[in-house]
């Protein structure tokens, strides 16, 4: 299936085009056990992140038993936007951002195969904020179960431009 890309070549900073779609960087908890980020020589790695909106686990269940493929792709753009505040945390600046690896797991039965369509949603959101920055190596794969019992959770690394 082709489907059109998200266009890279927008006007304005990269906080301007995510407030263009109507989006924010979330604030993130504090967690006792794991920080969001972590730099090891240029390159950034964050943690995974869950699909929490102002403390709120936005879905939970199995895609393509509970949750549809729709709702998880949307949940996916959520786990991103909290990627990206962590990537902030740790550079200072979107717009300082170079997205370099992303990995999406899919909460999924065995028959489910749809795991890249859910990780689509989440690198157009990357590429329509970032644009070049934004593109990335990829992998998505399905599991069993994650935490929360979540659909989807997302972990990258980044680099500072």
């Given at each position: 299936m082709n489907l059109p890309l998200p266009q890279t070549t927008k006007a304005g900073s990269a906080l301007d085009r995510l407030r263009g779609l109507g989006l924010e960087l979330p604030s993130l908890a504090d967690n006792p056990y794991y920080v969001h980020h972590r730099a090891v020589d240029s390159s950034i790695h964050i943690s995974g992140q869950l699909p929490y909106k102002d403390g709120e686990l936005l879905g939970q269940g199995i895609v393509g038993r509970d949750v549809e493929l729709e709702t998880a792709r949307e949940l996916a753009r959520h786990c991103v936007l909290n990627c990206l505040a962590a990537a902030v945390q740790a550079v200072g600046d979107l717009d300082r951002v170079r997205i370099v690896q992303m990995l999406v797991f899919v909460a999924s039965g065995p028959d489910f195969a749809?795991?890249?369509?859910?990780?689509?949603?989440?690198?157009?959101?990357?590429?329509?904020?970032?644009?070049?920055?934004?593109?990335?190596?990829?992998?998505?794969?399905?599991?069993?179960?994650?935490?929360?019992?979540?659909?989807?959770?997302?972990?990258?690394?980044?680099?500072?431009?």
């Open positions: 749809l795991q890249s369509r859910v990780a689509d949603a989440a690198s157009g959101l990357l590429i329509e904020v970032l644009g070049e920055n934004g593109r990335h190596a990829r992998t998505a794969i399905g599991v069993a179960g994650l935490p929360a019992n979540t659909p989807v959770e997302i972990q990258m690394i980044c680099t500072a431009v």
